[in-house]
């Protein structure tokens, strides 16, 4: 399988129940009127399929495929598509970089909290832009972590922050790919180009500082992370805080969520 960077999340309990809370009323909102019932749609990095089979509802005479890298992310989205009955999808363990389908076969390509993780992110647009027919259209959303916004403030939350980031970016991410998406697909020749952005709130805030805790505990573990001043112990100190931080009984942890549009000339 073609693996060109480190998927830090990784597929365990805390990452999967984090996904499941994504719906497409909200996570594919921008994407939404750009809909048709008989349209088909493929959405690569599906994840555990939540947001997938609202889109399947959305396209109801049409077809939608799911796309992951990794079998046991099929394997829930699978199980989601059984308990929402949705009848008009289907899943592949595949790449975003080699998408197993011919040249112009989908109307539509989303991809939802992918490009973010991705050391080439152009060369997946040029992939998902092949298998888009002509006046096809793709709509992708990724974070930007300059915009987060975290209430109340504290300096080593916002410190373990910044450790988790310097990790994505050791794992061939990129942080800060939302503001890079204009760029990306007029390089990669999309046109009519929208581009807005979004706060994502998480409601459960101990799960969000339990997903980023682990992934800055497993980065100082593998030793890819270590600022100046910053070993292990100083680390175990700042997830603490995070751990802490999150069960305060009022708590703001807001994420940027960049959306875009872009078409296919036809
Ligand atoms: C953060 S999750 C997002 C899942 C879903 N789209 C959502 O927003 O809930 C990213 C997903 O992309 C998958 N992934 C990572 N690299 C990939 C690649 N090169 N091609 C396809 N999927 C990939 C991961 O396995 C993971 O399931």
């Known amino acids: 399988m073609d693996r060109r960077e480190t998927y830090m999340v990784g597929c365990g309990d805390v990452a999967v129940r984090y996904m499941r809370r994504r719906h497409a009323a909200r996570d594919a909102a921008f994407f939404l009127p750009h809909l048709k019932p008989e349209m088909r749609l493929l959405d690569c990095g599906c994840g555990p399929g939540t947001i997938t089979v609202g889109l399947a509802e959305a396209v109801a005479q049409g077809q939608v495929v799911g796309v992951d890298l990794e079998e046991s992310q099929i394997e829930a989205a699978r199980q989601t598509a059984r308990q929402h009955g ?33 050391g080439e992110p152009a060369a997946a647009l040029e992939e998902i832009r092949r298998v888009l027919r002509p006046g096809g259209l793709t709509a992708i959303s990724s974070p930007d972590w300059s915009g987060n916004l975290m209430a109340p403030r504290d ?112």
Not at 216 to 224: D, N
């Open 86 to 118: 949705a009848a008009n999808v289907e899943w592949r363990v595949a790449s975003v970089y080699q998408l197993p389908f011919p040249d112009r076969s989908f109307d539509a390509v989303f991809s939802h909290a992918l490009f973010e993780h991705l």
């Open 155 to 266: 300096p080593d939350v916002e410190q373990a922050i910044q450790v988790y980031k310097a990790i994505q970016q050791r794992n061939g991410g990129n942080p800060y790919v939302g503001r890079d998406f204009g760029r990306l697909l007029q390089e990669a020749r999309f046109s009519r180009i929208a581009l807005s952005a979004i706060y994502d709130c998480y409601e459960d805030a101990p799960l969000v500082a339990e997903l980023l805790a682990q992934r800055i505990e497993e980065g100082v573990g593998k030793q890819i992370v270590a600022g100046p001043g910053l070993g292990r112990a100083e680390v175990g100190g700042l997830c603490r805080a995070l751990r802490q931080w999150a069960k305060q009984p009022a708590v703001l942890f807001a994420q940027t969520f960049v959306d875009a549009i872009g078409y296919v000339d036809a």
